[in-house]
């Protein structure tokens, strides 16, 4: 388990401001990810990215939270749709079958 505040500090910063520093936090994290799966065996390892809210502009260019998040797992399954980061607790109880 990793926590990164990459995404969120950038938001808040640089979200209309300094769309070029946007980008590449977001694309770093996207390497970040891509390591990952590089190291792990799938077949035996979740990779689950959850955000816990999305960002909207501001019009001082700054970004302030939204309600709305972000999630992506690396296997198939048949679930709901998250409202909450904390909806996640019985899935990952499950997945790591305890």
Request: glycine share 6%.
């Amino acid at each position: 388990m990793a926590w990164f505040d990459l995404a969120d500090i950038i938001g808040h910063v640089c979200i209309t401001k300094c769309r070029k520093e946007l980008l590449k936090a977001y694309l770093e994290l996207n390497r970040v990810a891509g390591d990952v799966k590089k190291v792990v065996n799938e077949t035996y390892t979740a990779v689950l990215i959850i955000s816990d809210h999305g960002m909207k502009p501001m019009p001082d260019g700054t970004g302030d939270h939204t309600n709305y998040g972000f999630w992506s797992i690396n296997k198939d399954i048949k679930w709901f749709k998250p409202r909450h980061a904390t909806d996640f607790y019985h899935l990952i109880k499950k997945l790591l079958d305890i």
